[in-house]
């Protein structure tokens, strides 16, 4: 039998306790045990808020008055802009394949994946075009081979052992199971290998399986760049993430992502109350058996002024970080501060209406025939930008074909600090708009890592947005946001059995 750790030994008396206790004075207290929560606040309206909302109106029936507060628009990092005719992705846009519960989210909400329009990559150093896939997969598997012999295909193989673990978690929340901290999610799904992928450098993680610093730096840091604005310094896991988007059959919602939002908050019966939270205290208030029960006072302010509220049930959907959110917490011991350590990285979004300058870009080719949706870059002092990409609007018209760069067409720059009117001119010949969004994007992963912040603040309020330490993600998210409708569910009925067990994966082999 293995050593049991003090935390499950208490976990466990506290269940026997429970269970005898409720037996023992059943009629007394049942109706306190068996009762719903009367109310339940979600602070945020991004993927993680609105997916918190449809979670906890499955856990918790048609009872609860669930109120999504949210100052600014639904989608949080899932935006749209408008150029000319048609509207494009400014924040989050590509989901993978095997993100079960955004495909699941679409499907039941009737809404289609976007057409998919083929697209093509290259690597940009600053100078030149480093790397161009050609339109036929065998040469580019040939080009990868000559020059990274089976770095490619290992790479493939190290993510898709990554992956494999991943999707354990959506047995074990099928099953209802949920785990108390990012670390123990992280434990369940892939054992000790994915919190040592989290407090490795991704760097670290693959040298230490063999691929080759020529590889990471040519291949490797331009899909963390594109993906995270960062470099391969990042935490292992968060980068296996990331080159799990370099995956092909990503998708993305007919659209815009952000209808998921919109649609998650009306299936799931929630008021939308148009203000942003600004304190949470906890009163404690006697109860009519004699014991004492705590409720969650939420302050908000929106435009018809500031409102206070009590509920049973608070889960906070959005980074308690500087320059995210501002929520004081007060009554709390041991308190609970505004701001957790560490901070997000800064990623500019520039969207361009315009024609692209090819000798930019280093190359010969005419404009006319590059047809390259994706340029990549390396982390070399000459690129100011993270990645240029030519995007399709969120609705693909009938019989649309991309523009090729001949064209003006939009295209999407990532880099770290806005672009100048210089720096423009240098990459554009002309342009009709430019849109700028300076996101604090995702945290800036430094491992080796610190404590996450907890999923638990209290009692009864939870915080979604600690799993973004591991990887930052709308999938994540959602994966956090059933986590915490879950663990909310068991905290309040007691049952803990289904909250951090222990190699879920055997036991549950036999259940497939
Ligand atoms: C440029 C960019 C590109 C990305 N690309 C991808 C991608 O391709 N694929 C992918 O899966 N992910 C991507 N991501 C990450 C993804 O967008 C995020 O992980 C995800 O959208 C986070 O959702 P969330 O609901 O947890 O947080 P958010 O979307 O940030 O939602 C939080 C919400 O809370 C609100 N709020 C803040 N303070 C308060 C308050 N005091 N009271 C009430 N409400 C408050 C905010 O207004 C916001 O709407 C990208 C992100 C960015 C910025
Ligand atoms: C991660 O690193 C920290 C600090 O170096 C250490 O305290 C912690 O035990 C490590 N965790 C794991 C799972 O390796
Ligand atoms: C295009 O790019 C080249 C190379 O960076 C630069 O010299 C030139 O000024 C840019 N602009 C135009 C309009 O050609």
């Not at 361009?352 to 005419?366: C, E, F, R």
């Amino acid at each position: 039998m293995p050593i049991m750790n003090p935390h499950t030994l208490s976990l466990r008396a506290l269940l026997f306790l429970g269970l005898w206790h409720s037996g023992r004075r059943s009629l007394a207290s049942a109706p306190e045990l068996q009762e719903q929560p009367r109310k339940i606040a979600v602070v945020g309206a991004g993927i993680g808020g609105t997916a918190a909302a449809f979670y906890l109106r499955q856990e918790f029936g048609a009872g609860a008055k669930i109120d999504v507060y949210e100052p600014g628009d639904v989608g949080g990092r899932l935006a749209t802009v408008k150029i000319g005719d048609h509207e494009y992705e400014m924040g989050g846009a590509v989901i993978h394949p095997l993100n079960l519960h955004m495909k699941h989210f679409i499907e039941k909400l009737g809404i289609p994946p976007r057409k998919d329009v083929p697209s093509k990559m290259a690597i940009f150093d600053g100078k030149e075009l480093t790397y161009e896939e050609s339109d036929w997969f065998i040469i580019n598997v040939l080009r990868m081979l000559w020059r990274y012999g089976f770095n490619f295909l290992r790479m493939q193989m190290w993510v898709e052992g990554v992956l494999d673990k991943f999707m354990r978690i959506y047995q074990y929340q099928q099953y209802g199971y949920s785990f108390s901290s990012v670390e123990r999610l992280l434990h369940a799904m892939g054992g000790d290998s994915f919190l040592t992928l989290m407090n490795q450098t991704l760097e670290e993680a693959m040298m230490g399986e063999g691929f080759s610093q020529v590889f990471l730096n040519d291949i490797v840091a331009p899909i963390t760049r594109v993906n995270y604005g960062q470099s391969v310094r990042i935490n292992g896991f968060v980068g296996a993430v990331s080159l799990a988007g370099a995956d092909s059959g990503l998708w993305a919602v007919d659209g815009g992502n952000k209808r998921v939002c919109s649609g998650l908050l009306y299936n799931s019966k929630s008021e939308l109350i148009p203000a942003r939270v600004t304190s949470i205290s906890v009163k404690v208030r006697p109860s009519k058996s004699g014991s004492t029960t705590s409720f969650y006072e939420v302050n908000s302010v929106g435009e018809s002024g500031a409102a206070h509220a009590l509920y049973d049930i608070v889960v906070i959907a959005t980074p308690l970080h500087q320059g995210k959110s501002d929520i004081t917490f007060s009554g709390f011991s041991p308190p609970i501060p505004s701001h957790y350590p560490g901070r997000y990285h800064q990623t500019v979004s520039t969207l361009v209406h315009g024609m692209v300058n090819m000798s930019y870009l280093g190359t010969t080719a005419p404009a006319s025939e590059f047809t390259v949706s994706e340029v990549l870059t390396t982390d070399s002092k000459g690129c100011i930008i993270n990645s240029l990409s030519s995007l399709d609007p969120v609705h693909i018209p009938k019989g649309y074909k991309r523009p090729p760069a001949s064209q003006g067409k939009v295209w999407k720059v990532f880099s770290q600090q806005p672009l100048s009117q210089e720096q423009l001119r240098d990459m554009f010949l002309s342009w009709d708009s430019v849109s700028e969004t300076r996101w604090l994007a995702y945290p800036s992963y430094r491992p080796p890592h610190r404590k996450t912040p907890p999923f638990i603040l209290h009692n009864r309020l939870y915080y979604l947005n600690a799993v973004e330490w591991a990887a930052s993600a709308m999938e994540m998210s959602a994966i956090s946001a059933r986590n915490v409708a879950l663990l909310a569910h068991h905290r309040w009925h007691q049952q803990v059995g289904k909250i951090d067990q222990e190699d879920l994966h055997t036991r549950l082999r036999g259940e497939l």
